[in-house]
């Protein structure tokens, strides 16, 4: 479903604009943050539905936010995505252990990002059971 709030925490300029720009074009409302620290501020203050992570940020790394997020119960049960180039197989071993979501490599593939969004925002908030029909 679009119109969701979706955080974007991306320190990239173009990186950030070209996910700001896809998720705008599906309907979604994005808000941004360039470093992990403004991104948590931002998380805490008006939750959105889904976080875009980069892992390489400036001061706090995308790994050390989620870790804040996590410890906060405002905003522990908001699905984290990494966004990031870091794309080894140790890597995303790495991050996903580290309690993302999901993850995306950059560049990223157009159709298989919009994929990921959307089955993550169709899954039911934590301690909710999933609906049937």
Do not use: W
């Not at 941004?32 to 539905?49: C, F, I, R």
């Not at 936010?65 to 890597?91: C, F, H, K, Y």
């Not at 252990?97 to 919009?114: E, H, M, R, T």
């Amino acid at each position: 479903m679009a119109g969701e709030l979706i955080l974007i925490v991306e320190d990239n300029e173009k990186n950030r604009k070209l996910e700001r720009d896809i998720l705008q074009f599906h309907g979604y409302r994005t808000v941004e943050a360039e470093t992990g620290e403004d991104g948590v501020t931002l998380a805490q203050a008006s939750p959105p539905a889904l976080i875009l992570m980069d892992i390489q940020l400036p001061g706090m790394s995308g790994i050390d936010a989620l870790r804040v997020l996590r410890a906060d119960e405002r905003t522990r049960g908001i699905p984290v995505i990494a966004v990031t180039a870091s794309a080894m197989t140790q890597d995303r071993q790495k991050i996903m252990s580290a309690g993302f979501d999901g993850y995306q490599a950059n560049p990223i593939d157009l159709n298989q990002f919009v994929a990921a969004l959307r089955a993550m925002l169709a899954r039911p908030p934590p301690g909710r059971p999933a609906c049937t029909p």
